[in-house]
């Protein structure tokens, strides 16, 4: 059975920083690659950042330099560590993983960044 579960999430205050993990079971980690989406309140859902099964990253404008996306193919966990969080970045923030070589995508169910004075 596939399972990704998300954790890290919390609320901080402007300015700080987080690190959410991905731990992914049930599937062959090297054949996946993953990301994290985010969705806001009355918004839809936006990719963040995405890593290719051999490590190629990307980041929407909005998190570049601010967000870092890793994987740990040992521990079958992908990593998103996020700094300097702005206000704007408040949302559910979920793992995507989605397999290389056709079409399966599963989803986790999210972790809760709520970033707040």
């Known amino acids: 059975q596939v399972q990704l579960v998300e954790s890290g999430g919390g609320l901080v205050q402007p300015g700080g920083s987080l690190r959410l993990s991905c731990a992914a079971s049930?599937?062959?980690?090297?054949?996946?690659?993953m990301a994290w989406y985010r969705q806001a309140p009355g918004k839809q859902r936006e990719l963040v950042a995405i890593?290719?099964?051999?490590?190629?990253?990307n980041y929407v404008d909005s998190v570049k330099g601010r967000f870092t996306i890793w994987r740990d193919y040992a521990e079958n966990t992908v990593y998103l560590q996020m700094n300097s969080l702005k206000p704007e970045d408040t949302a559910v923030y979920s793992c995507?993983?989605?397999?290389?070589?056709?079409?399966?995508?599963?989803w986790g169910l999210g972790t809760q960044v709520t970033v707040s004075s």
């Open positions: 995507r993983g989605t397999y290389v070589y056709g079409n399966d995508v599963y």
């Open positions: 049930g599937v062959d980690f090297y054949r996946y690659h």
């Open positions: 890593i290719s099964n051999g490590g190629i990253t």
